[in-house]
């Protein structure tokens, strides 16, 4: 198929693009690059042998979407692009319901225009909002607890409103837990501009030295040690869990489904830092903070949909998400330092 990937430039954009591109698809990327970079384009190439075209414009431009998918007559849109940080989507709402719910729009109104119906979008675990029960399961009432939360379910709803009225619609919503980790050959990762908002990421900055503790926000929860229980997915299998999901649209009659994309495993975050620390030989110091507001003690998938009728399930474990992440700070610490720019 030849896909649109709105964010196709960022963290699980670029990995669902080498999944993509290894598959035998043609990938085009459509990414204004605020939270990400053109060189990534040139690491893709290295990865898949592929030049994958990059479009750089803005998903609330609709008429450069409709130039991109009409040039490159597009069958199937991945909707990546979206501002995730929730500190930020709390003190800044407006900035989130513009670019995550009219960009959504526009670009529904540009599929619309060229005929496309077939779309898989990025939601999250937040739309769980507190959790009822555990593992969370797909038909977990939904709320959200910040901005950011209410735009993927603002999202959620329009989209259900969409193939309610038009069944030609595919439309696969893909709830994500947590993604950590990179591709293997440490070239693309997540590398968040500022002080990162995930635990792993600000693991990494810590054990490389670009930032001196980590804080852990509340060692007094109701779980094993006290800190936060999480489900921790590698982005790879993420990835490969948007090539399943796409499949099986096609082939459904359904116009719109939702999955779960965890592992049902939950690890806490001290859990994580110790393996980060064993898996790598490295020192990660960290502190206890206050909780924060609006996290939950334990949140955790049921992903037994997704393997049921995607026949996709998560491969990769801890020791896969810690190595691959010190790869990609490590080749970060390389490509940043003056010697490696000289030569
Ligand atoms: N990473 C996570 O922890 C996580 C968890 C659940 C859901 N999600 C969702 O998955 C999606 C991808 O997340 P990510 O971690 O790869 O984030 P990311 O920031 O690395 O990627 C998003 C990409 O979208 C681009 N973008 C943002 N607004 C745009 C706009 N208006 N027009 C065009 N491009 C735009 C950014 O430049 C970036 O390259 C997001 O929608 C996010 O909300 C992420």
């Not at 994309?261 to 020192?283: D, H, K, P, W």
């Amino acid at each position: 198929m030849r896909i649109l990937l709105t964010g196709g430039a960022g963290y699980i954009g670029s990995h669902t693009a080498v999944a993509l591109a290894a598959t035998g698809h043609e990938v085009v990327c459509f990414d204004n690059l605020s939270n990400s970079r053109a060189e990534v384009m040139d690491q893709l190439e290295t990865i898949t042998g592929q030049s994958i075209p990059l479009i750089v414009g803005d998903i609330r431009d609709r008429t450069s979407l409709e130039q991109a998918m009409q040039s490159h007559a597009i069958e199937a849109v991945i909707h990546f692009a979206g501002l995730k940080a929730v500190g930020e989507a709390v003190a800044r709402p407006l900035i989130y319901y513009d670019n995550n719910v009219r960009g959504t729009l526009s670009l529904i109104e540009a599929m619309i225009a060229c005929s496309v119906r077939t779309l898989v979008f990025s939601s999250s675990a937040t739309v769980y909002g507190e959790p009822q029960y555990l593992p969370l399961d797909e038909i977990h009432p939904t709320s959200a607890t910040n901005p950011y939360g209410r735009t993927k379910l603002m999202i959620e709803e329009m989209l259900t409103d969409i193939a309610a009225a038009d069944p030609d619609w595919r439309i696969a919503v893909l709830r994500y837990f947590n993604p950590v980790g990179a591709h293997e050959s440490g070239l693309i990762g997540e590398d968040p501009n500022g002080i990162p908002n995930n635990l792993m990421p600000f693991i990494s900055r810590v054990a490389s030295g670009r930032l001196e503790r980590l804080s852990v926000f509340g060692d007094d929860y109701d779980t094993p040690d006290g800190t936060g229980v999480r489900d921790y997915i590698h982005v790879t299998d993420l990835a490969a869990g948007h090539l399943a999901a796409l499949g099986a649209i096609s082939s459904h009659n359904e116009p719109i489904s939702t999955w779960n994309l965890g592992t049902g495993q939950g690890y806490s975050v001290l859990e994580m830092v110790r393996a980060f620390e064993r898996v790598n030989g490295v020192c990660v110091p960290y502190q206890i903070a206050d909780r924060r507001p609006g996290d939950v003690a334990s949140c955790y998938a049921s992903p037994d949909k997704a393997k049921a009728e995607l026949g996709w399930e998560a491969a990769l474990g801890l020791e896969d998400m810690c190595s691959s992440m010190w790869r990609f700070e490590r080749m970060l610490a390389t490509s940043n330092s003056p010697q490696a720019t000289a030569t």
